[in-house]
């Protein structure tokens, strides 16, 4: 059984081979671009196709797993990534026994990066590779089949850069770091996802085995976008929706069989493990803890000029796409409709861009793509086939300008990062056989971070914490992992009131408490520090847990800068028995 699809390809190039006629039809530098357009437009050979690829991507790979470790300017951040990782394998249940509205995604290829590289910062290196890995797989499985050669190779190439990059995507700025993670992650799954529902497969026929496969990669997508972030489903459910009315009757298939296969592996997922209640509610907390949010017109007008650039290109694709002279049979008040779906693209990763600040808005790109190639189709059927390609060069170029840039900017990072931490950091554990010493914080912030998690380190070994269970309120608990001992369930995954959490839907504190074997109160003076953007936090745990704390708790360590609890004998156990 086969689907009927559109036209066969034209302009199968081979660039291996000798190319004639250099000067045989007008100038020389008319023949030259004509060249580099077949070359551009062409379709090689599958050993080039998957070898380019192959070979870039385990040098990369090589290249990051040979790092002496990671680097960054915020170990609080990415404690988060990695505590959520060794709390699942720890066997904590994502949304019952840990709280937070980033989905069990997340926890899980964290977990394995831990399972697969042992609790350290290299997790983070191997959870990248494993989700970069997937929509590399995925995306050049897509393109294959729907693209020209090399733009596939250069999509598939920024994809799978973007995920394993130690790019800073939280900010307006490139910064090595590895903040964000799950952003990256997000950006990547929905531009592949997008490729699959809204490029159709450029051959005259498709079989039933590549749309069987098409369909489970594409649910395979949605159902890690499901379980990733809210914001991100939300976008791609928009570009679900809207898909009927800009595809062809065999993407229709494809998007209503692969809709089918997400919602059945969901549906088992919930079935095996049960979360999505829990799931929901967890989300439902996050939201209710930005409900008060103002409006942030800094981050408004921010992100509209960081986008204005992905803009600018799109209104050239555009006018290139009206000038060409290709009437399109479907429109709606005189617009294409390739045109709308790439504005409603453009919105919807504004919107993403406005909860997930990012100086690389991941799906902006796209929507100049999508133009291109439904530009390309059209002048397939172009009888002046050396102009046509003229034309759909200059459009490329827009194209390759913004993937181009990810490829040559993500390269640069990773080549920087492999060399940086020995010289440009200090490891933020002082003891050689620490989870942390592969983590590296810059050198002017030593003294906040090295000190006192080298201290810390010392103290709870000496405390008899490992393997005990061990809370700490602050922005993010990194001590389990350093212990190796399981995390206390009921807890939120990271601390910040207002932002992760707010007073509804957050477990009690008698819940949480119970399940605690150490206690640890930073002593920073955050009440006196009104720039804090933990004060509110502060406050949360001064009214909610020290009540508790400071009754049914004695104090085992105590200096300048925190305190270390343990229940009372005796009265604990009472007294969670009681609430408990």
Request: aromatic share 12%.
């Amino acid at each position: 059984m086969t689907i009927q699809n559109s036209s066969a390809d034209k302009n199968q190039f081979d660039p291996l081979a000798v190319e004639e006629g250099l000067g045989g039809s007008g100038d020389r530098a008319t023949a030259m671009l004509s060249n580099i357009a077949k070359f551009i437009l062409g379709q090689w050979s599958t050993k080039l196709f998957s070898g380019s690829l192959l070979i870039i991507m385990s040098l990369v790979s090589i290249l990051l797993l040979l790092a002496k470790g990671i680097y960054t300017t915020s170990p609080g951040d990415i404690f988060i990534p990695l505590h959520y990782g060794w709390s699942l394998l720890q066997g904590l249940a994502p949304h019952q026994d840990i709280h937070t509205a980033l989905g069990a995604f997340v926890g899980v290829v964290n977990g394995l990066g831990h399972w697969l590289a042992g609790p350290s910062g290299h997790a983070l290196i191997v959870a990248n590779l494993i989700v970069g890995l997937f929509t590399a797989a995925c995306m050049a499985w897509a393109t294959r089949t729907r693209l020209p050669s090399f733009m596939g190779v250069v999509l598939t190439l920024s994809i799978f850069l973007l995920c394993i990059s130690p790019r800073f995507l939280d900010g307006y700025y490139v910064e090595i770091d590895y903040i964000g993670q799950y952003n990256k992650h997000g950006w990547a799954l929905l531009c592949t996802l997008l490729t699959f529902i809204y490029i159709p497969a450029r051959s005259n026929s498709v079989s039933t085995a590549q749309l069987l496969v098409d369909a489970l990669l594409a649910a395979l997508l949605i159902t890690a976008l499901f379980f990733l972030k809210v914001s991100y489903i939300l976008v791609a459910g928009l570009m679900i929706i809207l898909g009927p009315f800009f595809i062809e009757s065999a993407q229709r298939r494809l998007l209503a069989l692969a809709l089918f296969l997400a919602v059945l592996f969901i549906g088992l997922i919930n079935y095996k493990w049960g979360i999505i209640e829990n799931y929901a509610l967890d989300v439902q907390m996050g939201l209710h803890s930005h409900s008060h949010d103002r409006v942030r017109f800094d981050v408004l007008f921010g992100q509209l000029l960081l986008l204005a650039g992905k803009g600018v290109l799109l209104v050239t694709m555009a006018l290139l796409y009206l000038s060409s002279n290709i009437r399109d049979s479907r429109h709606f008040i005189g617009i294409p409709h390739p045109l709308i779906l790439a504005i409603i693209v453009l919105v919807g990763g504004f919107g993403i861009a406005l909860g997930n600040l990012s100086w690389w808005n991941g799906i902006a790109p796209m929507s100049v793509l999508l133009v291109w190639e439904m530009w390309r189709r059209k002048e397939e059927a172009s009888i002046n086939v050396e102009q046509s390609n003229l034309r759909l060069l200059a459009g490329a170029a827009l194209v390759l300008l913004l993937f181009g840039s990810v490829i040559m900017d993500s390269l640069a990072l990773v080549l920087h990062h492999f060399k940086a931490p020995p010289q440009r950091a200090v490891a933020l554990s002082v003891r050689q056989d620490s989870p942390f010493r592969d983590i590296f914080v810059a050198k002017h912030f030593e003294d906040d971070y090295q000190k006192y998690f080298g201290y810390m380190e010392k103290r709870l070994e000496e405390l008899g914490a490992r393997g005990k269970r061990i809370l700490n309120l602050d922005y993010v608990n990194p001590y389990p992992m350093l212990m190796s001992s399981p995390p206390p369930k009921k807890a939120m995954l990271w601390w910040k009131f207002q932002a992760a959490f707010s007073g509804e839907g957050v477990e009690s504190p008698a819940a949480v408490l119970c399940q605690t074997d150490f206690v640890i109160v930073p002593e920073a003076d955050y009440e006196h520090d009104r720039r804090s953007s933990m004060l509110a936090t502060r406050i949360f745990f001064k009214e909610r847990y020290m009540p508790i704390i400071n009754k049914k708790f004695q104090i085992v360590e105590e200096n300048s800068e925190v305190k270390v609890y343990v229940p009372k004998d005796g009265e604990w156990s009472v007294f969670c028995a009681k609430h408990i």
